[in-house]
């Protein structure tokens, strides 16, 4: 019973280092992450930055309406690294180009939320996207 408790103690204290140890270096690579409009998530491990800076436009049907094809939203984000800043455009719409490769960096729009509703409009302010970060 003993050498159960210990080893079930050792596999918490193993699992707790290595996820706070990913979260204080603040490396997103491989991970999905959470942007809010006009933030701006960085990794300490090499200076990287991308910037939700605008949604350019927002065209998705809006749930529970009827549209002749699911729409598109635009996303404008700026890479940051050391003294270089590079605006890129991704889309919600797997037609239009919905992700890029930067330095080595490959950055895909997972999702942008909220999804519009019927009759309602969405503040700049509101959105969030969810992209992910792999380096190749």
Do not use: H
């Amino acid at each position: 019973m003993k050498k159960l408790m210990l080893s079930g103690f050792l596999f918490m204290l193993i699992t707790f280092s290595c996820e706070n140890e990913a979260s204080v270096k603040g490396a997103y690579q491989g991970n999905t992450v959470e942007i809010k409009y006009g933030e701006t998530k960085s990794s300490l491990n090499d200076g990287m930055g991308v910037r939700l800076d605008s949604v350019l436009n927002d065209s998705r049907c809006p749930r529970l309406g009827q549209c002749c094809w699911m729409g598109n939203a635009e996303v404008r984000f700026i890479y940051s690294n050391n003294n270089e800043s590079i605006n890129f455009v991704l889309n919600t719409c797997p037609n239009f180009r919905t992700d890029t490769l930067i330095d080595g960096y490959r950055i895909k729009l997972v999702k942008l939320n909220p999804y519009p509703e019927t009759g309602g409009d969405i503040m700049p302010e509101d959105y969030c996207a969810e992209i992910l970060i792999t380096k190749e």
